[in-house]
């Protein structure tokens, strides 16, 4: 009879953490939406930009890569790994080159954000005081310089 109670109530609390979720997701769903337009073989993506904490120094990315914090990487789940990117700063005009080799937490993605950079591609876009930047990111031909 025990047995039959306990799963009674782990049911019950899984189909009301559920409930819950369900719930969560449909409001974020309506949350403000980044866009992104495909012009030919360009893709193009506006919205929000962060970095990486440099606590993160060391730790695997999606590539398998070891993420440093000096290098001009990013995360994004709207480019494909591998991808060049240009990422410009919105506020100042100020842009970076970045190779996409992680993907970013969902939750971020939810909020606006179309990349995460590292460290040192942040400094050169003059972020790192405000945290996050309005950006356009472009995808780039592997090899293009500023």
Known sequence: MKKYLAFAVCLFF?????????????????????????????????????????????????TG????????????????????VRVINLRNGKSAIVRINDRMHKKMALRGRVVDLSYAAAEKLSFIKSGIVRVKVVAVPEGTTE
């Open 65 to 84: 890569e070891t993420f440093r914090h000096a290098k001009f990487t990013a995360a994004s789940n709207h480019f494909r790994l591998g991808t060049w």
């Open 14 to 62: 899984t189909a009301h953490i559920q409930a819950q979720t369900d719930s969560a997701v449909a409001k974020v769903g309506s949350a403000k939406k980044t866009s992104r337009t495909d012009v030919g073989d360009e893709k193009v993506a506006y919205g929000i930009a962060s970095f990486y904490s440099k606590s993160l120094e060391g730790t695997k990315t999606a």
